[in-house]
């Protein structure tokens, strides 16, 4: 089993910054992609982002060119950098991870006001 531990989330104002973490059990190297996923109060489960094993990205449209994710293989560990922050992207966000099977962070609260 893997277990996907995120840090990060919190309470920022609209225009500001906040970084998300995800640390898996597993080396991040062994895992097809990783990425995150957000869902707001009364909305369904959206894709935010992620990053494949090659190292190659991809975005929703609602976050590109503000929010970045990467990658640190001496840490083990994958983050969203979020800047510019809207009111609407306030939500719960889910680290996410691909193998042969998927699995799930606990999921990170993030509030931004406006």
């Known amino acids: 089993q893997v277990r996907l531990v995120e840090s990060g989330g919190g309470l920022a104002q609209a225009g500001g910054s906040l970084r998300l973490s995800c640390a898996p059990s597993?080396?991040?190297?062994?895992?097809?992609?990783l990425g995150w996923y957000r869902q707001a109060p009364g909305k369904q489960l959206e894709f935010v982002a992620h990053i494949s094993s090659s190292g190659t990205t991809d975005y929703a449209d609602s976050v590109k060119g503000r929010f970045t994710i990467s990658r640190d293989t001496t840490k083990n560990t994958v983050y969203l950098e979020m800047n510019s922050l809207k009111p609407e992207d306030t939500a719960v966000y889910y680290c996410n991870a691909l193998q042969i099977a998927e699995y799930w962070g606990q999921g990170t609260q993030v509030t931004v006001s406006s």
């Open positions: 597993r080396s991040i190297l062994s895992f097809v992609r």
